[in-house]
T-cell receptor
Framework: DTGVSQNPRHKITKRGQNVTFRCDPI?????LYWYRQTLGQGPEFLTY????????KSRLLSDRFSAERPKGSFSTLEIQRTEQGDSAMYLC????????????FGPGTRLTVL | AQTVTQSQPEMSVQEAETVTLSCTYD???????LFWYKQPPSRQMILVIR????KQQNATENRFSVNFQKAAKSFSLKISDSQLGDAAMYFC???????????WGAGTKLIIKP
């Protein structure tokens, strides 16, 4: 069990640029979640996948955000035309779809938009 | 809408003593799961303990235990024999059986005094 991994760990970009983050879940997990966390706050749900299907998207996820999970394995989160308000930690978690299963988190990608 | 409230933004405790972090939640669902996660500074979110709402027995994990009061919708975390490595942000979260999405509290910063 290698745990959830995320890349890159840090990303600094200029306003208006596009960025893409990757998440590799625990291998046998079929659910994958994306959260956003700002300093001093709890995570906020963005979206989740069951296998390759994106089942729910938060209202926080504007049209500039898109997520994919091709073949139900790793996932990518892309932010287009970044804004300073997008600066945050982006967390990925994975779980098995059984009742009340625990979500296991990756180390996160810290995005800074200048 | 489901909400989770952590009323203590910060708590401090002397090393080797016991501390209790409080959490209350609001949900109309009958089946749900409760979690405490720990997030050390600049490190990833780690599961501390979980509780199934249908179980009356309080969960314990070594020095960590919960006091689950379903009628009061309260879910506090007790840390016994506090250690310096326990210093972190502690987040309470609730997962509903309907969609497994985690609803988070704002967190409590725990300081351990040597």
């Amino acid at each position: 069990d290698t745990g959830v991994s995320q890349n890159p760990r840090h990303k600094i970009t200029k306003r208006g640029q596009n960025v893409t983050f990757r998440c590799d879940p625990i291998s046998e997990h079929n659910r994958l979640y994306w959260y956003r966390q700002t300093l001093g706050q709890g995570p906020e749900f963005l979206t989740y996948f069951q296998n390759e299907a994106q089942l729910e998207k938060s209202r926080l996820l504007s049209d500039r955000f898109s997520a994919e999970r091709p073949k139900g394995s790793f996932s990518t989160l892309e932010i287009q035309r970044t804004e300073q308000g997008d600066s945050a930690m982006y967390l990925c978690a994975s779980s098995l779809v059984i009742r009340g299963d625990t979500q296991y988190f990756g180390p996160g990608t810290r995005l800074t938009v200048l | 809408a489901q909400t989770v409230t952590q009323s203590q933004p910060e708590m401090s405790v002397q090393e080797a003593e016991t501390v209790t972090l409080s959490c209350t939640y609001d949900t109309s669902e009958s089946d749900y799961y409760l979690f405490w996660y720990k997030q050390p500074p600049s490190r990833q979110m780690i599961l501390v303990i979980r509780q199934e709402a249908y179980k009356q027995q309080n969960a314990t994990e070594n020095r960590f235990s919960v006091n689950f009061q379903k009628a009061a919708k309260s879910f506090s975390l007790k840390i016994s024999d506090s250690q310096l490595g326990d210093a972190a942000m502690y987040f309470c979260a609730v997962s509903m059986d309907s969609n497994y999405q985690l609803i988070w509290g704002a967190g409590t910063k725990l300081i351990i005094k040597p």
